[in-house]
């Protein structure tokens, strides 16, 4: 089975951050329908953060590159998804330990405990309409490939449309909040689509 290094793993975040800059209108006109309008620009403030700091650093080993870059999104992004997707890094890097290669099923481990973090950091769960569902999705799909990781996730993503919020400040819409898809969700289907790219 194939190994994926720290470079590996760089080239995921950096990845993300293209999309994200690709995406931040997208995202942040998906925010503004159930949120605050700030989606893509807190994403792309965090990203473009984890991007200098990953070059500043240069960390080498998975779990070295996913909890630095998890520590700069919890530090960067101000509304919710920064501690979120800080955290899911983080506790996915921590997860990762020291060693300097991990193969898939081991990082389809650890990306369930990162989703689990964020799942016990925010108090969700599937159906409440955020990230949680296109993350959880994901996580179930890496068990079989990156390919099926990154359909999962844009799969449960568009199904958060019908959705009402349970969490987040899309739920203060109550029923208003069905019709639109989740921002959280689009960018996490992103960052799941980055890993893909990144691993083909
Ligand atoms: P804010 O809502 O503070 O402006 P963002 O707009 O950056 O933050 O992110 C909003 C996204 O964060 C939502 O679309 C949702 O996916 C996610 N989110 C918000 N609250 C929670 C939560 N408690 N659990 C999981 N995800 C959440
Ligand atoms: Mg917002
Ligand atoms: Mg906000």
Partial sequence: ?????????????????????????RLTELD?????????????R????VTAVLDKEAPDTPGAVLTLAG?????TV???SGPLYGTLLRRTGKELGVEATVGRERLAAALGAGVAAVAQLGGAQ???KTMLDALLPAVEGLGESFAAARDAA????????????????????????IGHEDPGAASS????????EAAA
């Fill in 1 to 25: 089975m194939t190994r994926y290094d720290g470079e590996f793993f760089r080239r995921w975040l950096v990845l993300t951050a293209a999309a994200v800059e690709r995406e931040a209108g």
């Fill in 71 to 75: 520590r700069q999104l919890i530090s």
């Fill in 154 to 177: 844009a799969q449960g993503a568009l199904a958060t449309v019908p959705l009402q919020a349970r969490k987040g400040r899309a739920s203060y819409l109550g029923e208003r909040s």
């Fill in 78 to 80: 101000g509304g919710a």
């Fill in 126 to 128: 599937a159906g409440d």
């Fill in 189 to 196: 289907a992103l960052l799941i689509a980055a890993l893909a």
């Fill in 46 to 49: 965090g990203f473009a953060a």
């Fill in 32 to 44: 503004s329908a159930i949120g605050d309008a700030d989606h893509g620009v807190n994403l792309r």
